[in-house]
């Protein structure tokens, strides 16, 4: 399933957008505090740090603000130099130790232990569908003994939610319409794996992905302490017609946030974000 080529020209087609959807709506802008509070949780000044699947650069800004070293890693090209971009505009070129264009399937450029903490936030670890336990066993390499690694991926009960509302939409580049049963449907239920559907943002199909629950992700860093497990936008869904006025009222928006940070951690709750966000030791 997994196609590091394909993978790489979907996201450079995807472009800007990658930046500005954490920014356009309430529920992107939720999305990047929850993530980045992780960040500013565990890293401390000085850390050595991998931002593995760094798309535009978000949360390389975040760890170097905080004082880590980075390291910026992605497949595209075309995200990279947007990263670039950013992270000079932000004023944090100095805290970049290099630009690398990668996949996080082969980290071999790094020696084993190089950093003090890695992240791989968002959709890298969902992206290599098979190849996930050879990603995280990568991830795990080049953390040092005693290490941080934070990651997130992509929910199967937070993205079924939303596939649940496509079941009636008559388009061919839809699978999962219409008739009960459809096996399209139950196999990414059973399975995990949502096969590449059509994104009208970039009028391409979008690349294949896992999606996780939490206990799968758990299990992929077999070895490592859990230090905790949380969920991304459980408070809120991405279309909700609340939003938009969210978004335009700071008071609103604040108590979005302050009520997401009290529940996203629930166990009942964890899986039903966009995301499963965890951190581990190494």
């Known amino acids: 399933m997994y196609d590091p080529k394909y993978t790489k020209i979907f996201y450079n087609a995807f472009g800007g957008l990658e930046w500005s959807r954490l920014e356009a709506t309430a529920y992107g802008r939720l999305q990047a505090i929850i993530h980045g509070d992780l960040i500013l949780r565990y890293i401390k000044a000085g ?7 760094s798309g535009p650069g978000r949360f390389s800004i975040t760890a170097a603000r905080a004082g880590g070293k980075v390291t910026v ?3 595209s090209d075309k995200q990279l ?12 070129f100095k805290m970049i130790e290099r630009f690398v264009e990668g996949d996080i ?12 903490m890695v992240i791989c936030f968002g959709g890298a670890l969902s992206y290599v569908c098979e190849k996930r336990q050879k990603a ?7 953390t040092r003994r005693g290490g941080i690694i934070l990651a997130s991926v992509m929910s199967l009960p937070g993205t079924m939610q939303g596939v649940a509302r496509m079941v009636d939409i008559p388009t061919p580049e839809n699978p999962y319409k219409s008739e009960p049963g459809r096996a399209a449907l139950w196999s990414v239920l059973e399975t995990g794996d949502l096969p590449g559907f059509f994104s009208p943002r970039v009028k391409m199909m979008h690349a294949p992905m896992h999606l996780f629950t ?4 758990q299990s ?22 609340a939003g938009d006025k969210i978004a335009a009222n700071p008071a609103a928006f604040s108590t979005l946030v302050e009520l997401e940070r009290k529940l996203n951690h629930d166990p009942g709750l964890v899986n039903c974000g966009s995301h499963i966000i965890i951190a581990v030791r190494k």
């Open 73 to 75: 890693l992605d497949i």
């Open 136 to 142: 995280v066993r990568e991830l795990m390499r080049v």
């Open 214 to 217: 939490a206990a799968e992700l």
């Open 220 to 241: 992929l860093f077999d070895g490592c302490e859990v230090l905790e497990t949380a969920g991304s936008n459980v408070t809120i869904e991405e279309f909700s017609p």
């Open 81 to 92: 130099e947007i990263a670039r971009e950013k992270i000079t505009t932000a004023g944090q």
């Open 47 to 53: 850390d050595r740090v991998l931002d593995a699947g």
């Open 105 to 116: 399937c082969d980290l071999s450029l790094f020696s084993d232990g190089y950093f003090d």
